[in-house]
């Protein structure tokens, strides 16, 4: 076969540093397309963006030679760069050092797409943390609880 063909779908999770809630609306509403921007220059493909004032949920389709470690790198650096630029109260904001990632079969897009779009309604009765421990344990990642926020 002379070609790749691939659909390496991801599911990406991550916060801002000490969980802090500075992804205001307002913020949000700049920050998000800014984003899918980023993601478009490293030649992948955001499906869908979303959180809440702490984190954010992104759900795209990446490409087989590139690696997800240095995607977020850049989508980490070149936003929270950006953000202060443009945001001059937020020159204290930063991302977690880390983050999550899920593979996601297509099969499932409306479910993940429905759960990134509930977001704001969802936080009203789980908090970050516990979102992010469920979600772990369900896809069963292995994980040190004192390891997985700063």
Do not use: N
Not at 15 to 30: D, F, L, Q, Y
Not at 57 to 85: C, E, N, Q
Not at 129 to 150: M, P
């Amino acid at each position: 076969m002379p070609g790749t063909y691939s659909q390496l779908l991801l599911h990406v999770v991550y916060s801002t540093k000490g969980r802090t809630p500075w992804i205001t609306h307002e913020v949000a509403e700049r920050l998000y397309p800014y984003i899918g921007g980023i993601v478009r220059a490293e030649k992948g493909v955001l499906f869908d963006i979303g959180g809440v004032e702490d984190h954010v949920h992104m759900y795209l389709r990446w490409r087989p030679d590139g690696s997800i470690s240095d995607l977020m790198r850049t989508v980490k650096a070149r936003s929270s760069g950006w953000l202060h630029d443009e945001f001059p109260f937020l020159r204290g904001f930063a991302w977690q050092e880390g983050y999550s990632v899920f593979s996601v079969s297509k099969s499932q897009e409306g479910a993940v797409k429905a759960y990134i779009a509930g977001q704001a309604e969802h936080h009203k009765k789980e908090d970050f943390k516990c979102e992010l421990l469920r979600v772990l344990r369900a896809h069963g990642i292995e994980f040190d609880e004192k390891y997985v926020f700063d």
